[in-house]
């Protein structure tokens, strides 16, 4: 009962600093000497209940950096940079009402257009959410003037898990997602759902809020020569559309622009390299959503005296297998979300160290063949003094995402034959085909079809390399392709990578990165949902230029779990109690002790 009376006491007094409570401020805000990550506002759709996501152009302002204009979300009366975090629960139905009020003119959409277009239509993603894709269904393009209501049916033995949700329209993908039309998406678990008790102590008690990484790349392209698939930032990339209904407006807080004077950098939160606040000894769960587009991050921690350890217990909203696999680098690709439990020890009679994260490339490979980001410091873990753990226990999945990694009867490639998705640049799309459009009637609509309930593998392919050093993996290839499909999560058989750093035999996984020559093998079981699935490289910007598909799912008649009913996709417009209650109680506590 002590242990968790201490738990209970950090918990409050964590919560109480993100939350300037009087009582956070005395326990534990005068320890940090920069800036607090801070908690991004919450809303929670549960119960049917309506959330109002309004679509408008407004000022995005980081503290001492820079400001700029951009779209965001106005969510339910409040606009905020990052967008609002949405929780939602296994078993309840969520509504996201989407209501366009950008001032731009209505446009005209050419069905098949690739290319930078329509920067004021929009649609909604929700990243990693298991549901129908008629719920989760980006053919729905809301012009200037014009709404529609996002109602998502989730399944109550839908695994808790870290999700993000963004704008998805095809043409202004990464102009909306990167502006701030982004943000962070929790899945609750059912109340019939049990976390391993280890699990439980970190997931409910805890200290640091969800944190997502957004790229604010405000500085100059680094190709100008205008390529198909150049990478350009999202200053120069406003300027590329036909119309420019919303000017940047960059403003500076300083002549020295951030990250070595690029004016290309992420924001944790919205904070440059925020503070978080660590216990020497315990375990402090670090729940990432990397929402970037042209690079991946490695990040790594600059502590040469090994103080600290972290260990991964989920990607992309999957907890792995145990044992838990211990990270000496942390690799994000574009769109992923990793779970991560980081344990500090102090030596004796220090109470206190600060330790950067750190985003880098690798001095052994050639800094232009690594799609990597630099960035001398992230965040900052300021680690203080007082007991427990790293789980070590594994947390039961529901029976959507049984493991196929000893399943019998496999089929290689899908109902028509095709055993690898492929990017390639040379012809702009996926499998040699170019994203043909929603209009698309022909036989070439799919590159794959699948059955209900029937277990398939097939291979990733890309530009990606990787070796690895002494720390681990490296990413390297200027044009490698993060795969991305919607709905379903897949397993990976064979990553390539034997330190499971960047992909784990074994894990489940909705982004992954793909590989020149042998590819990344992966299986796949699509259970409870028919229809159309999309599928599309992560990097953003090669998504709104083409490199998109479709797969169907369809009932073949042998499934046993009875699908539910789909079509194609068709164009169409926790309680918590108060921290006061909290505080109220701490302070009876303390003088009862």
């Known amino acids: 009962l002590k242990l968790q009376f201490l738990y209970f006491i950090g918990y409050i007094a964590f919560n109480g600093c993100k939350m300037r409570s009087v009582f956070g401020l005395l326990l534990l805000c005068s320890l940090g000497e920069g800036v607090p990550v801070p908690r991004v506002r919450e809303v929670t759709c549960t119960g049917r209940k309506t959330i109002l996501m309004e679509v408008e152009e407004g000022n995005v302002a980081v503290d001492g950096v820079v400001q700029f204009q951009s779209r965001v979300y106005r969510v339910d009366g409040e606009i905020t940079f990052p967008a609002a975090t949405i929780r939602m629960q296994a078993g309840e139905v969520c509504n996201l009402r989407v209501v366009n009020k950008l001032k731009g003119p209505q446009c005209t959409m050419v069905d098949g257009q690739n290319g930078f277009h329509c920067p004021d239509i929009t649609s909604l993603h929700t990243h990693g959410l298991h549901v129908s894709p008629q719920e989760d269904n980006i053919d729905t393009h809301i012009q200037p003037g014009q709404e529609h209501t996002y109602t998502y049916t989730v399944p109550g033995d839908h695994l808790m898990g870290t999700h993000w949700y963004h704008a998805h329209h095809h043409g202004s993908t990464s102009l909306q997602a990167l502006g701030g039309l982004a943000g962070i998406l929790l899945v609750d678990p059912a109340p019939s759902y049990t976390l391993p008790l280890d699990l439980q102590r970190l997931y409910n008690f805890a200290s640091v809020p969800p944190l997502i990484f957004n790229y604010l790349a405000m500085g100059d392209s680094s190709s100008k020569a205008g390529g198909q698939w150049d990478f350009y930032t999202h200053k120069d990339l406003v300027s590329l559309y036909k119309d420019v209904t919303v000017p940047l407006n960059l403003k500076w807080a300083s002549t020295t622009l951030p990250n070595k004077g690029t004016g290309n950098f992420y924001v944790v939160n919205g904070v440059l390299s925020p503070d978080v606040e660590v216990i020497d000894g315990d375990a402090t769960l670090l729940r990432m959503v990397h929402a970037g587009d042209g690079f991946h991050l490695t990040m790594e921690l600059d502590d040469p005296q090994k103080l600290c350890t972290m260990t991964l217990l989920a990607r992309d909203g999957v907890f792995h297998q145990t044992p838990y696999l211990k990270l000496t680098t942390i690799v994000l690709i574009q769109g992923t979300r990793a779970d991560v439990a980081v344990q500090c020890n102090l030596p004796a009679g220090v109470s206190r160290s600060t330790i950067n994260m750190v985003a880098t490339k690798t001095p052994s490979v050639n800094p232009a063949k690594q799609n990597t980001f630099s960035q001398a410091s992230m965040m900052k873990l300021n680690v203080r003094t007082t007991n427990p753990n790293i789980p070590t226990t594994a947390a039961p999945l529901p029976a959507y995402l049984t493991s196929l990694m ?185 003088a009862l002790l």
């Not at 079809?449 to 277990?455: M, P």
């Open 406 to 590: 000893d399943e019998a009867n496999v089929q290689v490639g899908g109902v028509r034959g095709v055993k690898s998705i492929e990017f390639r640049n040379k012809d702009g799309g996926i499998n040699g085909k170019a994203w043909p459009g929603w209009g698309n009637t022909g036989a070439d609509r799919y590159t794959e079809e699948f059955c209900l309930d029937q277990t398939y593998e097939y291979t990733l392919g890309g530009n990606g390399k990787m070796h690895h050093n002494a720390n681990g993996p490296i990413l390297s290839g200027v044009s490698y392709h993060p795969y991305h499909q919607h709905v379903n999560h897949f397993q990976v058989v064979n990553g390539g990578d034997s330190s499971g750093i960047v992909l784990r035999d074994g894990e489940w996984r909705d982004v992954a990165p793909t590989w020149k020559g042998v590819g990344t093998l992966i299986r796949m079981r699509p259970s409870a949902f028919v229809g159309e699935v999309v599928l599309h490289c992560h990097l953003l910007q090669h998504e709104d230029r083409g490199m998109m598909s479709l797969m169907n799912i369809k009932d073949c008649g042998n499934n046993t779990g009875g699908g539910v009913p789909g079509v194609k996709l068709s164009n169409q417009g926790v309680s918590l109690v108060p921290l006061s209650v909290f505080a109220y109680i701490l302070v009876v506590l303390l």
